[in-house]
């Protein structure tokens, strides 16, 4: 056995060799009963091989219960310690763990609610990951890896950090709830210079390790006759949190991000400080039904003082926008007690206990965590206003492609081929003959010539600009800003050699190749037209037959038939033109038709879906925010 006076415990206990020398000189008593422990064990035989603290007194029942209380296994390294009620001194023993098995715990089973939250949350950080910075999602995957983590771990007990400002009392309150001396408590500031732990149970070492405190720091509490009711608890009394040693608040801040509960210790002093509330309490909000705050000291506070100071500091927390748990409502418990008197400490204790058997803060804890993840993701998935494409905006993009393409001068253009081709097909033969003279040096009859000079071609170029900035930002319009600017890069993105494309489209959809088609009524016409000129010829040749003398004079015939056919000839060429414009009509409707179909196809291709790729990937994120948040929707 190796028994320690404990001065400091944070600097003696990697010097067992000083500190028993210290223990041995400064406690008689104790070096008494290590020597007639050393003479027992040579006279009979040990069946535990480790140390055991023992309480020097002259009563062999006492030591003999005391070497039962010391002989349990405590499977995670605890460190047994116990205070001599003779001399005051305080002892522990150092147990070596590696000889006991560590008994089997369950781990944390997270309830249907909570495990669908983190499974949208992991999907939800998976889908944006392309999206958003790592810096963004960084608060997010950091819960998700401590709520896995966390389940792997006990789901028996339950991990509760005193925390508190210098002089608060919160290791004065550590030792009253473990009901020994197991916290260094004193005037000397900062007193706690490490984080130490104390479990009621077995089976926390991994819960222990996962807070990163080493084995020399673990406890275990003096065995009482209500030891069963904080059965299941870790207890962790924390360095304080306005420590002037850097390392000490670093301290709190790792372990305050790991730990199921917190209990905050304030006094009459400093329960208002505004470090407290904007650092801690404030940000900490939504882990009321995870919180006590103790307002401790009150032996200082003269007849109602105690019950105004309450009364502020519940004003305060309300203020931090923490719900408080009154009235059976869910919430933070407020108490006040007094740590040197005890007066409190009991209704602490049994408001602890109860908080423990439930079994439920590691996943209160985590549920709150995934609300502050939502909450600061907020910005970058809400959206307050209807998102996307309408109809109207995807008909204005189609239309301001066709204008950029000319397809409205395009459908002109083919309805006047058709009305030309038709003069030609039924127009008199002097007409189309002069009609042909004037066009040898042009297209073939029904082809457009395509834009080919430099303005027309610029202009089209900033019309598909001006189109594709117009979808994107209406598209984008409403989104949060992350989603908005890769609704725009998409859009970008599809616009590059879009004008290229329209170009080639309108040669190839736009301009009609080959000749018109003919209408029924056009052999009818033709061999009206023909009809026409041949009495004009008739009519010609009987005048001359009469001019020669070969025909017998008679002017009225042959003058009525040239009659009818010079003017019977652009009467049918004029009818001929007023039935061709419907058809010419519907012919240059259809071409431009095709021409706007190419174009919206090529631009629904190339920018409009990628843009409804990326709405609809944001409307999916969009849905699993909402299973972050509890929404549903």
Known sequence: MTAVTDQDHTERADQPGDADTAGAAENPSAKASANTSTNASEGEAVDDAHAHARVPNSDSSSRTDSRTDSTAAWDDGL?????????????????????????????????????????????????????????????????????????????????????????????????????????????????????????????????????????????????????????????????????????????????????????????????????????????????AEVMFVVLNQIDRLPGEAAEQVLDDLRRLLDEDGIALGEYGEPGTTVLALSGLTGDGVGELREALGQFVAERTAPARRISADVD????????????????????????????????????????????????????????????????????????????????????????ARQRVEQAVRTVSDRASAGLPAPWAQAVREAAVRGSQGLPEALDELSVRAGVPTGRPPRPGWWPMAVLSQASMTLLQFLGGLWLLGQIVGVLSPNLGVPVLLMVIGIVGGPLIEWSCRMAARGPARRYGLEAERRLREAAAGCGRARVLDPVAAELLRYREVREQYGRVVGSGS
């Not at 098995?101 to 781990?107: I, L, W, Y």
Request: net charge positive; glycine share 8%.
């Open 79 to 287: 460190i047994a310690r116990r205070v001599d009620e003779t001399t005051g001194g305080k002892q522990y023993a150092v147990m070596d763990s590696r000889s006991a098995a560590p008994p089997a715990v369950s781990p944390l089973v997270y309830d249907g609610p909570l495990r669908s939250r983190l499974e949208a949350l992991r999907e939800l950080v998976g889908l944006s990951r392309t999206r958003l910075d790592s810096r963004t999602l960084a608060e997010a995957g950091r819960v998700l890896d401590e709520a896995s983590a966390r389940r792997r771990l006990s789901g028996q007990h339950t991990v509760v950090a005193i925390a508190g400002a210098t002089g608060s009392g919160k290791s004065q309150l550590f030792n009253a709830l473990a009901g020994v001396a197991i916290s260094e408590t004193g005037v000397r500031r900062p007193t706690t210079a490490a984080p130490i732990a104390c479990s009621w149970s077995d089976g926390a070492a991994s819960l222990i390790e996962r807070l990163g405190i080493p084995p020399r720091l673990r406890r275990r509490p003096l065995p009482t006759g209500d030891g069963d009711q904080l059965r299941g608890l870790v207890l962790i009394d924390l360095p304080d949190h306005d420590s002037a040693a850097v390392q000490h608040r670093e301290h709190v801040d790792r372990i305050l991000a790991l730990v199921d509960a917190v209990i905050w210790v304030v006094d009459p002093e400093k329960y208002a400080d505004a470090v407290l509330h904007e650092r801690y309490l404030r940000p900490m909000a939504a882990h």
């Open 372 to 459: 502050i993840a939502a909450a600061r993701l907020w910005p970058v998935y809400a959206t307050q206003r209807r998102t996307g494409l309408s109809e109207q905006a995807r008909e204005e993009f189609a239309d301001r492609l066709a204008d950029a393409v000319g397809a409205t001068a395009a459908g002109e253009a083919a309805e006047r081929a058709w009305l030309r081709n038709a003069n030609r097909a039924c127009g008199t033969p002097w007409l189309r003959l002069w009609r042909w003279y004037q066009d040898r040096g042009e297209p073939a009859t029904g082809r457009l010539p395509s834009r080919t000079q430099a303005d027309e071609e610029a202009t």
